[in-house]
């Protein structure tokens, strides 16, 4: 019964390159979230999708960044043109019900060089 | 402006002493609040609370939330090494799966 599958997790990335970080939710779980975890911050609300659909993306921010949930394969994050302060963990979370606890998974740690 | 706070920030205790974790928060449509525990990795999903006054419990762990008072405690009786970690305190309030975290209190549990 494997949890929430993040990878890579670490990924180094030089300023302008992108980054995709991807995310399978456990099995049974439609809803999926992603959050950001700075240095020396707490977690903050990036995104919710389900299948195919983006639902709440308040915590994006406007530029560079996007996300995407397939109806086949797992969710995927994408940075583009990569700045230093991108460098985070980038945590995904899943849950089976609007109104269930979240799973996270194991992050990726994104380090912009 | 929600906002979400922890208390302490961090605390050092001997293993089989009681600690006492602390989470108030102001938010609009107040959901449901939950409590991870964090060790370097994925925070792991501990309690999540709803209804205020009713105690849940799992092991040495439990906690309870005051919706009139806005704030949750957590509690940890016979603290092991293992206990050793961030504790995060999260809020759920706009909308589902939105959840505002704390700062987070570390645990430092000594032998």
Not at chain 1, 2 to 25: D, I, K, T
Not at chain 1, 94 to 108: A, D, I, K, R, Y
Not at chain 2, 56 to 62: I, P
Request: include cysteine; charge should be positive.
């Amino acid at each position: 019964n494997a949890g929430v599958m993040q990878n890579p997790r670490h990924l180094v990335r030089r300023r302008g390159q992108e980054a995709r970080l991807r995310c399978s939710p456990m099995k049974g779980h439609s809803h999926v979230y992603w959050y950001r975890q700075l240095p020396e911050e707490g977690l903050k609300f990036m995104v919710y999708l389900q299948k195919e659909n983006i639902i709440d993306e308040s915590g994006m921010p406007k530029e560079r960044f996007s996300a995407e949930f397939p109806k086949e394969g797992p969710s995927i994050l994408r940075i583009q043109q990569v700045v230093r302060g991108d460098s985070a963990a980038y945590f995904c979370a899943s849950s089976p019900l609007v109104n269930s606890p979240l799973h996270f998974g194991n992050g990726t740690r994104l380090t912009v060089t | 402006e929600d906002k979400v706070v922890q208390s302490p920030l961090s605390l050092v205790v001997h293993e089989g002493d009681t600690v006492t974790l602390n989470c108030s928060y102001e938010v609009t449509n107040f959901r449901s609040l939950l409590w991870y525990k964090q060790e370097k990795k994925a925070p792991t999903f501990l309690f999540m609370l709803t209804s205020s006054g009713i105690e849940k419990k799992s092991g040495r762990l439990s906690s309870i939330l005051d919706n009139k008072e806005l704030f949750s405690i957590l509690n940890i009786t016979a603290t092991q090494t293992g206990d050793s970690a961030v504790y995060l305190c999260a809020v759920e309030s706009d909308s589902w799966g939105k959840l505002q975290f704390g700062a987070g209190t570390q645990v430092v549990v000594t032998p």
